[in-house]
């Protein structure tokens, strides 16, 4: 069959709802057709004469009755010349990732978290302890690693010797002394070229004599995510404050419970 007069078939929305309703059900006759379409019947057998001249449908005699039948022959073969050759792998991921969309309702989107604290010491001071892996290694828990690049990445690995990698991402900006930000999810998180991560932004600023401290965190996936961010930097915060200010960390970690005092 001519793939002229099969695009030409197809191009009428009646002529689609007509196939569609074939598809659902097979040996329809002319009246079972026209159910449902606001137009004459003498138009919906011009409709019908014209899908089957283009070889998508075929009607049947069955007594005094005139049974239609889908022909799915012609639009398979627009398939296979127009689609699977091209863009068939492509399009199928983009079907899925659209399927799941449309059914998934749109989340809110969850606020940015931000905390600030100030501390006696220099943005310089501030910096090298943002990015050192010694000193982060000391006050967060975990030392985080990088060369600070912009495109680099960040690793965020414990101290225990055991070299693990909790959390990865990628270095966004780098402003000595003042600016710096990454991203910060966990290594599969990382791994997925279609996750959206988490931006973890520092900002230091000069105030007086001291230094103003701020993390803004964003792009957090949940609720329940931001809620555990929430517990969680501002015991990074203190540590970091209390060994800038003293030389030497809080006596056990704050975001640890100490022996002898009950959780929660």
Request: aromatic share 8%; hydrophobic share 40%; charged share 20%.
């Amino acid at each position: 069959m001519d793939a002229d007069t099969v695009f030409r078939a197809l191009a009428d929305p009646t002529r689609r709802r007509l196939l569609d309703a074939l598809h659902a059900q097979a040996g329809l006759t002319l009246g079972e057709l026209c159910d449902g379409l606001a137009m004459r019947r003498q138009s919906v057998s011009e409709h019908l004469a014209l899908l089957e001249a283009a070889g998508l449908v075929t009607a049947v005699r069955s007594g005094r009755r005139k049974l239609h039948y889908l022909n799915p022959v012609p639009i398979h073969d627009i398939q296979t010349r127009w689609i699977w050759k091209f863009e068939e792998p492509n399009l199928g991921l983009l079907d899925q990732i659209r399927h799941r969309a449309e059914e998934r309702p749109m989340a809110d989107p969850v606020p940015a978290y931000v905390y600030t604290t100030y501390l006696r010491a220099t943005a310089a001071d501030v910096w090298r302890a943002l990015v050192d892996p010694e000193l982060t290694g000391r006050f967060w828990g975990h030392a985080q690693v990088s060369d600070w690049t912009v495109g680099s990445r960040v690793e965020h690995t414990r101290t225990d010797g055991s070299g693990v990698v909790d959390a990865v991402g990628t270095v966004l900006v780098v402003e000595p002394p003042a600016r710096l930000s990454f991203g910060f999810d966990t290594p599969e998180q990382d791994a997925d070229p279609a996750f959206e991560p988490s931006v973890v932004t520092f900002t230091i600023e000069p105030f007086g004599d001291i230094v103003r401290l701020t993390v803004t965190h964003t792009n957090l996936p949940d609720a329940t995510a931001r809620a555990a961010i929430a517990h969680g930097w501002p015991a990074v915060f203190a540590n970091l404050k209390t060994l800038l200010e003293t030389g030497d960390v809080l006596p056990h970690a704050p975001w640890e419970t100490p022996a002898g005092v009950p959780a929660g």
